[in-house]
């Protein structure tokens, strides 16, 4: 099995951790000019579940999300950089405004957010907990950022 999946495919590998008794969970997010707050946030959700399913934002959802200029990188080599890491089993990318339809195709059974969230803010935690689930944190205190990372590049250029 590929690690880049569609949503389709994500039932299939719901059934198939099922069956072996394998739990998984599901983290989230753009991932443009990935840097080591995102690599941590991946390696504490991979420490939730037995697998780790990663949903990237579109190029089309990251536009409405960040606004225009982003993202920097392309969907699909943020995907592929993602699916590249160790603590990653599968990558889909996903085009809604949020992640609630990649989190009913696949009904984790825990769905991980950054350190800019708390399990009581995280706004998928309903849907998570209305299909069996639960909501976590994970990840290093939000000290780095694709924004900051982006705006340091610019002062940088500008002197």
Request: glycine share 6%; with cysteine; charged share 25%.
């Amino acid at each position: 099995m590929s690690r880049r999946l569609t949503l389709a495919e994500l039932p299939r590998v719901r059934a198939e951790a099922s069956a072996a008794g394998r739990s998984i969970a599901l983290a989230n997010g753009v991932f443009d000019l990935f840097h080591v707050g995102h690599l941590r946030y991946l390696e504490g959700a991979r420490a939730e579940a037995d697998l780790l399913v990663v949903a990237v934002n579109s190029d089309a959802s990251t536009r409405a999300y960040k606004g225009p200029g982003r993202p920097v990188i392309g969907e699909d080599e943020r995907a592929e950089i993602v699916a590249a890491l160790r603590c990653v089993d599968h990558v889909v990318v996903f085009d809604s405004p949020d992640v609630i339809p990649v989190i009913r195709a696949l009904r984790p059974d825990v769905q991980v957010k950054g350190t800019d969230y708390t399990p009581e803010t995280i706004p998928e935690a309903a849907e998570v907990r209305a299909l069996g689930g639960r909501v976590a944190v994970a990840g290093d205190p939000k000290e780095h950022s694709t924004t900051a990372l982006l705006a340091a590049l610019e002062a940088a250029r500008r002197r």
